[in-house]
């Protein structure tokens, strides 16, 4: 085999900071192509108010962790560059810059445009001004019976000091004074979150100016409570009220080597997360004057870039409660869930009690002895496949353990609840729940207490190491002889996100594979140091070498070379070095990445052979596949880790080859099918932006995800 020149190689600094973008811009980018699906014509009414909640709620969390965290950089005099250049001051300017015009973006378009499209529609959502008389003494009884009970005015004055604002939480700032006197005085209300954010008129009180008919008539909460402010301050004139709504940081800080019992740890660490740490934003109703707003900011040691103004609604998070309205006619149609034909004689119609009924002749584990089985959702139903497997085993009466690793799950897991029926039917049970699983860590403790108290050993993850791979080992008696059978997959055991995010996962009765889980679950477990597997790439043992040798394997077919990559996100600036030597060389690179990306493609000699497309849609993109084309030896990986620092250093992942050819094969599609799309992609330019694909004029749309469901239902015989 003849190796490609690679003068180009050394001589360009691979590490100059012109090649990489910013990963906190990078992450904006991705929620500007959220925040687009809000404002495209082609997305159904209330999927549209469901992705401005997403936007917003994605923010609410970088704001939490990522800003906290350069925040906090600053203030302890860190000064260190990011790949890209920049001090934390500078990333900072550099978020509140580009976030500005998006966040005023927002809340035009659904002032401007939601609105009006929702009223058509029969969906008002009307200022309280705009009440009739009727109207509005409903609303006052409402206050004063279900809402007026539930509030708590704070004075601020030398015997009232500024109160605490909790995280999250949406406020009016209200001006009053005594009769016959000039002083301002200030108060706080806190807008209760255990009442609806939307206060809905009863049918008969729904009737609009004009006739216009209306199907779900409601007054915002927050303007319920500012037109009752009298009953709140009786003897006082009210003279002025203004929203505000806090953000403060709510990353967890728990030390690990100190901590002689980490669940213990992790419990107080929530309870400072509830109250939240410093405030790192706020959201102030833009008409807010000077005095108000920079008492605000004083008291809360904010600064003029942590302020963002708001000319509508705060808090547009709330708007995923449209999605409770009964108008299907207004959202995507419901998905139709696909089970492979191997499957499909398996009735999981008993799955609700987690009791299968094991049938005669062939069974479940025979399906996977027999042949590996790929299952991809939410095209392929978690609970007829996933599920199945895991439920089925707990009442096997062959099946002698099963091991498994939980990151993330349902508040009614029927994972957790079948994990408890095999540990009450004798079988040896082990789990790892990761309790530093960011936001779920409070959901993780209680699930963990549940198993214990069942019987199940339960462990915690490892110190420094986050487990974020998604595996499951099912050891079973068959005859003379023990046989392992496992699911490795991309997702975690969530039944209810398995339906809104794509996931990939292989069953396999493969003995290396389920060799290597024993080993994995060793090292989680127990003290095992293991490292070296017999298929498995494993971080932070072997997954970094391991790709970057695949990397630079392509490298030695020049032109010839390909690789393409799917993932969450790409920051590692290790391995976008390699893949800018492997480009360099010829090598045509193809990735798709959902959110970060800190590559940047199309420069002339240093990226010019590699393409970068985010696919943005109904579905979540949360699959990761890796194909080598090896010189015709094609190599396909499936598993958890991203090509992030975190993934391949600081977290435990495992990502597993796929041997079966026909599975390779599908996979390949997959990948073929998602770099096709022009209804969903967005394809990364050269200095940052994205541009998304149009269909060519008078040609129809190609979804990628349309296209995938449609082929999950062919394959199942089910259209």
């Known amino acids: 085999m003849a190796k490609s020149k690679t003068t180009t190689a050394t001589e360009i600094n691979l590490n100059d900071p012109e090649y990489y973008f910013n990963r906190e811009v990078s992450w904006l980018e991705f929620n500007d192509r959220v925040l687009h699906e809000a404002l495209d014509d082609r997305t159904p009414l209330l999927e549209r108010l469901k992705f401005m909640a997403i936007f917003s709620s994605n923010l609410d969390e970088f704001f939490m962790v990522r800003v906290a965290g350069l925040k906090q950089q600053v203030a302890a005099g860190v000064s260190k560059l990011t790949p890209d250049g920049r001090t934390p001051t500078e990333q900072l300017e550099a978020i509140a810059s580009r976030l500005r015009p998006m966040v005023q973006q927002q809340d035009e378009h659904f002032e401007q445009a939601l609105r009006p499209k929702l009223a058509e529609a029969g969906v008002h959502l009307i200022n309280y001004v705009d009440l009739n008389s009727e109207q509005r ?95 709140l301050f009786p003897g006082m004139n009210v003279q002025e009220y203004y929203a505000f709504r806090i953000v403060r940081n709510a990353d967890l800080a728990v030390e690990e080597d100190e901590a002689d019992d980490l669940m213990l740890a992790i419990e107080q660490e929530l309870r400072k997360r509830r109250i939240g740490g410093s405030a790192v934003r706020m959201e102030i109703q833009s008409s807010t004057p000077e005095n108000v707003r920079s008492m605000l900011m004083r008291e809360m040691g904010l600064e003029e870039i942590d302020v963002y103004d708001i000319d509508g609604l705060l808090g547009l998070g709330d708007l995923m409660s449209f999605m409770d309205l009964p108008l299907p006619q207004l959202k995507y149609p419901s998905l139709i869930q696909a089970v492979p ?204 070498d391991r790709m970057t040798a695949m990397i630079r394997r392509e490298m030695e077919y020049g032109s010839k070379g390909r690789i393409v990559a799917k993932m969450n996100s790409l920051v590692d600036q290790k391995i976008i070095a390699t893949l800018y030597e492997a480009s360099q060389v010829g090598v045509k690179i193809d990735l798709i990445v959902r959110g970060i990306c800190c590559l940047r493609p199309g420069v002339e000699k240093v990226s010019e052979n590699i393409r970068v497309v985010s696919i943005i849609g109904r579905l979540l993109e949360h699959s990761r596949i890796y194909y080598f084309q090896n010189g015709g030896n094609e190599e396909v990986y499936i598993g958890s880790a991203d090509w992030m620092p975190r993934n391949l250093d600081r977290r435990v992942e495992a990502v597993t080859p796929i041997e079966d050819s026909e599975i390779t094969k599908d996979l390949q599609e997959i990948l073929g099918v998602m770099l096709s799309d022009n209804r969903q992609a967005w394809e990364l330019q050269a200095d ?28 199942a015989g089910m259209m």
């Open 137 to 231: 003494s409903y609303l006052q009884d409402i206050f004063e019976k279900q809402i007026f009970p539930v509030l708590t005015p704070l004075a601020v004055d030398p015997s009232h000091p500024f109160p605490y604002i909790s995280n999250l939480s949406l406020n009016l700032a209200v001006v009053v004074k005594e009769p016959n006197r000039e002083e301002d005085l200030f108060a706080r209300i806190k807008v209760p979150k255990v009442l609806p954010r939307f206060v809905a008129l009863p049918p008969e009180l729904r009737k609009q100016p004009k006739g216009n008919f209306s199907i779900w008539t409601a007054v915002p909460l927050e303007q319920v409570i500012a037109h009752n402010l009298e009953s």
């Open 341 to 544: 034909l191997r499957l499909q004689r398996f009735n999981d119609a008993s799955l609700s009690n987690n009791k299968p009924e094991l049938e005669q002749g062939e069974d479940f584990f025979e399906v996977i002895r027999h042949k590996d089985l790929l299952v991809h959702h939410p095209y392929h139903s978690f609970s007829r496949t996933v599920q199945h497997f895991i439920t089925q085993a707990a009442h096997d009466p062959h099946v002698l353990a099963i091991k498994m690793t939980l990151y993330r799950t349902s508040g009614d897991s029927p994972i957790v609840k079948a994990l408890i029926s095999a540990a009450e039917n004798g079988k040896q049970v082990a789990v790892l729940v990761e309790l530093k699983a960011r936001f779920d860590e409070e959901n993780n403790i209680v699930w963990a207490r549940t198993l214990e108290q069942a019987g199940v050993h339960v462990v915690y993850g490892l110190v420094g190491l986050k487990t974020h791979t998604k595996v499951t080992l099912v050891v079973r008696q068959e005859g003379s002889e023990i046989r392992r059978y496992v699911h490795i997959g991309t997702g975690n055991y969530n039944p209810k996100t398995a339906k809104i995010y794509t996931d990939l996962g292989i069953l396999s009765c493969r003995e290396d594979l389920g060799a290597d889980l024993t080993d994995l679950f060793n090292y989680l477990t127990g003290y095992s140091r293991q490292r070296s597997y017999r298929k498995l790439l494993v971080s932070p043992v072997s997954l970094r």
């Open 688 to 715: 940052g932006s994205y541009i998304q694909r149009k269909p060519p004029a008078d040609d129809k749309a190609d979804s990628a995800q349309e296209n995938l469901l449609e082929m999950a239902l062919q394959s």
